[in-house]
């Protein structure tokens, strides 16, 4: 077998055992995300527990629920029955990952923690194993086989019970109402930060970067315009100064097909009306949306007036590190 055959066998199985483990989930994942939202209502934290592959799993669990506004912390069995067992308090939600069900350091870790007013929700392939017997919530994360071709090291097991930490970080996102604002605040650097904290008036061409002319201005002085601002397009206004179309390039070259004194019309004849805009208070990453469904090259930015104050070319975006 080549190399790429046996990757794509690795895929194909890995996508079967997700698809087995989807139809495992039952009213139970309804009853956790009840469980957590109710607990980091009351200010609880959730505690990830697991050793081996599943505390690495965990790790990226633990990460994906902090990052969402779900509070975690990552536990390790071990060094929590060396002191490390502080960490828990009443209220807390434990999340307990073991394949198996039967991890040694987990089990001896149960009964310490079960002093604690806390529930437990155990992601195991192992629904009769000892850790679902003292779980109050049981998210089966069986699959078929391993990827491994000696069915033994964790493959499909560890991206299983990964993707079923992901739909309960997602499902307890959206039960709590977490907005992409609050996401923002969670990811100030970076190109995340970049994309979900800077708003419209923090990337938008201004000035004289920012080509503007009355609807009643002939296209050939539109042009003028749109050359002294090195845009594309220019936007158009009415005589309050209120957005009313758009002209661009692209209109000019279908206009001066169609029409030998297209140079000579004004705006308002050969303007596209109700252009796309957007507020400049909102933030940037609206703009990465419009210009993915909308399939334009700028983007006119207004403000509560509806004037336009700006414009954001495409290709500012790469330079702004949005993209």
Known sequence: MSHLARAREVFDCELLALKAVRKHL????DLGVEIVVEALRR?????????GKSGNVGQKIAATLTSTGSTSVVLSPVDALHGDLGIV???DVILALSYSGESEELLNLIPAIKRFSVKIIALTGGTKS??????????NVKVPKEACPFNLAPTSS???TLVMGDALAMAVLQA?????????????HGAIGRALLMKMSDIMRTAERNAVASE???VKEALLVMTRAKSGSVSVVNAKGKLVGVFTDGDLRRQMAADDNALSKPLSAVMTRNPVCIRDDVLAADALKIFNERNIDDLIVVNAKNEPVGLVDSQDLPKLKLM
């Open 26 to 29: 039952d009213a139970s994942f």
């Open 43 to 51: 200010r609880g934290k959730i505690i990830v527990v697991g050793i």
């Open 89 to 91: 308090n009443d209220g």
């Open 130 to 139: 000892s850790l679902a017997r003292y779980s109050d919530v049981v998210l």
């Open 158 to 160: 560890t991206t299983a």
């Open 176 to 188: 709590r109402g977490f907005k992409q604002s609050d996401y923002a605040k969670r990811h100030p």
């Open 216 to 218: 009643k201005l002939s």
